[in-house]
């Protein structure tokens, strides 16, 4: 057991800039909104990372996708985050989120004050495209809410996927087509269609491709995948959430649209979005996770960066937790 340190440094560790979370003592940001000299990248999610800083630290995983997305260009010098890395007055090193491949938690280390977490986005569900969130010892925990009040309790992802293989035995004539967030989700919802049973072709809008041959790459067996024109192929397609407002989808011939997404738990969402089938499978921790999490951290205080936050500032005060928000804004553009 590590002794705890006295929390009363940190706000002089780090806090928010309009680019992002800052630390002083390394000179560096955390998934900064706008161009910096050094990042520090916890995902390849686009609402965390932006190119056009000159040093990134990251994942392997994060950098290369980052590569993918925006070109090997993206910033002028690149280092992978291995072990403890000590920059400037403060050691820094990146542990398993849980989120997406190569999504990490950093944990930031001071010779005098407090150990910081900074989980980025994160869950508690098995994902069997990433290793699994690490709880990490610290004295301030900070944490997203995206789904932060007690209504959100996410259901069995495998139950929900077999969703999908009913309705197509319920309406074998109609193909299905799946809305996922193209990095991460959809490659997530490919292995749970796996775990389920389902082993058949499944077809691939084009904008998945590259990112989805790069988790093939890094070992991730997703079955046969083909792509699919909307003409003929498979009876089940993934796409881009944004593909349903293209006339790609009328290609097909009463397709069902189905999407995935935490968000799908609330029918408004859904009836917004014109889903047939909705599926609440999520990529970030429910309620319950979320309260676990914190329980597992037992840090001195919590920090919420965006999200419902003020149903967690309210479990917080009554469970007599110190926490606070910090508002940062621009992390909320990913289809969750």
Not at 21 to 40: K, S, T, W
Not at 45 to 54: P, S, T
Not at 186 to 205: N, T
Not at 229 to 241: E, T
């Amino acid at each position: 057991m590590i002794a705890k340190r006295d929390t009363a440094l940190a706000d002089t560790i780090l806090f928010p800039r309009p680019e992002g979370l800052y630390c002083p003592l390394g000179d560096f940001y955390i998934d900064p909104v706008r161009p910096v000299e050094r990042a520090l990248i916890t995902h390849a999610h686009a609402d965390h990372a932006r190119a056009g800083h000159r040093h990134v630290l990251a994942s392997q995983q994060t950098l290369e996708i980052m590569a993918i997305r925006y070109g090997e260009d993206f910033t002028t010098h690149r280092q992978v985050a291995e072990g403890e890395i000590e920059i400037g007055d403060i050691s820094v090193s990146f542990h398993p989120a849980g989120h997406i491949l190569g999504s990490c938690q950093i944990r930031l280390i001071p010779k005098i004050g407090p150990r910081i977490i900074v989980s980025g986005d994160y869950t508690r569900t098995p994902n069997d495209i990433c290793p699994p969130f690490t709880p990490l010892e610290c004295e301030i925990f900070i944490t997203e809410a995206t789904f932060g009040i007690p209504v959100f309790r996410h259901p069995d992802p495998v139950e929900e996927i077999r969703k999908v293989i009913a309705s197509m035995e319920e309406f074998p004539d109609r193909p299905h087509l799946i809305g996922g967030y193209a990095l991460g989700k959809s490659q997530r919802l490919i292995r749970l269609l796996r775990q389920a049973g389902y082993d058949a072709p499944i077809g691939m809008h084009g904008a998945l491709k590259r990112l989805t041959d790069y988790h093939i790459e890094q070992g991730v067996d997703l079955g046969e995948l083909v792509h699919v024109d909307g003409v003929s192929g498979p009876r089940l397609c993934l796409a881009p959430p944004s593909a349903f407002s293209t006339p790609w989808v009328h290609r097909f011939r009463d397709p069902v649209i189905g999407y995935a997404s935490g968000w799908m738990g609330v029918r408004a969402r859904a009836r917004q979005r014109r889903v047939e089938l909705p599926l609440v499978i999520s990529d970030h921790c429910d309620w319950p996770q979320l309260i676990q999490t914190i329980d597992d951290v037992s840090p001195e205080e919590v920090w919420i960066t965006h999200g419902s936050e003020a149903g967690l500032l309210r479990w917080c005060e009554l469970t007599q937790r110190p926490a606070r928000p910090l508002r940062l804004v621009g992390y909320e553009e990913e289809d969750q």
